[in-house]
């Protein structure tokens, strides 16, 4: 009965569509048709003369003539109808349904307050109230079906205000019987509705079943009673929205349910008191929604859309947030809070997995649900742990969410691992800068100590991930691929040696602590110089002889060539330093200071070659061979005067040294044009005459100034000489230097 009385309504619908598409349709063919007889008739008049007739041909098809321009009057009229008739037989109904219950509702309260009649005869009206709205709704049904729903809907709020104040104030029925009887008022509402085939049944039943804990709250409700009394509800309409696919009933069941679980926490004087009701209960609402939802899309076999994951995003936060707000005031122990916590996590993981392992769910939701678990593992570390254990337990997990993604090529669990190295990576520097603070440091072992394991064991989770990025290569080139397979790599560089740096400048403030020396700085600031320099030689070779990365090799470079820039003048100033405490007698040992200086000159020579190797290598160019020649010679250059001071300052001569360190240019210089002019380099030549000029200046503005006649005398006579050489070399190979260029010269002259 229910079908045919449906389909004679979708039929009558569907006449009433098609016969106002069809008048449009007759009034454009009507115009076409006339514009078309009056276009021949002038046609045939112009080519017959003005006696000639137009002959008439009967048409199988009557001509109507166009309707008259009052069509838009009657649009508007019949738009008018359908806004009045939309306004009187819909949503006044409902309206007045609502304003009914909710006077009911009113009034039942004040009687209550004011004990007008007997608990009995008011329980009684209640249900009389309901019975005779629902028998109207009945007979209504047939002719009136839509005013019909909303009386049968407004019956079932009554229904379910009643049954609870009958138990809830008045204690007429025992708890089992009013669990029966909303328990049926459920079922009720689910066949009415489907009998009906409307959700607005379902949707004002809801109303007023969700409204009936807020309309009758006191501040003192039986709390298993309310929650199960919603969970009866929830159970019901969701059940509803399942079979007729009624997604509006899922949702406000979804957020009635968790609002009136808010405002119940929060309104809550002591939530210890109705602890395990509020944490059953809660844990019965999310599973209710939880499972609907699944449910819903396992069975039907449909696809989740963005809004559906949200819902299920926020049922599941929504219950961990309450459920650790309530046992985080229910005990002091924080080992509850972290169960908790990783049951969340072990929940979430057995269901995905068991979703992935039957296929029962597209894969969206399936790495969803394991990523939600993975979420609540990942919180649960920081809630039971602390310090470095943090850092180290989201390392670990980065490398094993990283080696499933490569492993099973899913990029969600590659994303998700960088996310957890990005925490990681916070964790790990709060580490630092609480473990490195000046008040922390005396009593600490450096290398060891905890921080310092802890950090190398982040270094070795980088390095995994890296290596694995890079040998399980993702294919096409994106911002996932670029970040493990770059960035990565380059951030294990760069906190391996931070992580070794601290912990030598550790142990040089923890000695300087108990020992007290003019040359502890000098030895601190040189051992931090030194690891950088042979850190950074270590990688420029590893990439030129295994690596052979051109990006690696840039960045290499650069840090290179800033440490080099470093040790030149820092490095040997500090040395000069050690050398002058010696000199003074305030070092005893001369072994330990000239070690030191000819292993730190050893450590700059192997990064000079590194740097060259990956230069000459990776970045070949006109003006990379030209940067070399710069970098080179600058080096020897400095090594060369830093060694004729310190000899000068160990020989006594101190400050004695400005006439040695012009001739040391002027060599160099000449030197520079030799082998510019044999190995014909031409930016070789132009740094030899740079190089004179520099020279010739220094001794002009500078030497001469403070420097005896006799040292003038040799100075301006060997740095004249040298120029001359250089001059005579420039003049005898000229043709070999010049040979080429002037011939192009002569051809384009010519």
Known sequence: MENINQRIEDLENSFKQLNAEQGRTTETLNAVLAELQSLKASLQKDATGPQAEVPFVRRSTPFVPPAKKQAPAAITNVRKDQLENLIGSNIINKIGILVTVVGVFIGAKYAIEKELISATTRIILGYGVAAVLCLLAYRLKAKYIDYSAVLMSGSISIIYFITYIAHSFYHLFPQPLAFGLMLFTTAFVVSMSIWYNRKIIALLGQVGAYAIPFLLSTGNENLPLLYGYLSIINIGVLFLSFKRNWKLIYQVAFGFSWFIFLATFVNA????????????????????????????????????ALSEITILLINAIAFFLLGYYLIDNAFDNDHYLTLFTLGNALFHLVIGERIKWLKLADETVTLFILGLGLTFFTVSIPIHFEGNTITVLWAIEAVFLCYTGHIKKRETYLILSIALLLLTLGSLFIDWKQDYAPDTTIATKAFLNANFLSSLFVCICFGIISSLSIRYSLGKQGLIKSVLTVALPLAFVLLTYLCILQEIDLAWTVYQIKHSSEALNSFRILSLQGFSIGYASIWLWLNGQYFKQKHLATILVIVGLYALFIALVGGLTEIGILRDLYIQKKIGAALPVF?????????????????????????????????????????????????FIHWMDIGGYANQYKLGLSIIFAVYALFMVTVGIKKQLKHVRMGGIILFGITLCKVMFYDLASLSTISKTIVLIVLGVIMLIASFLYNKFKDSIFGNEAEKMDEKVS
């Open 269 to 304: 004087l002591n939530l210890a008191i109705g602890f395990y009701s509020n944490l059953i209960f809660l844990f019965i609402n999310f599973i209710i929604f939880y499972t609907a939802f699944l449910a819903n899309k396992i069975i039907k076999k449909q696809l989740y």
């Open 595 to 643: 070690g030191i200086r000819y292993g730190y000159c050893l450590l700059i020579v192997t990064l000079l070659l590194g740097i060259l190797y990956n230069m000459k290598t990776f970045l070949p160019s006109a003006n990379t061979t030209r940067l070399i020649a710069l970098v080179f010679n600058t080096t020897l250059l400095v090594l060369l005067c830093n060694e």
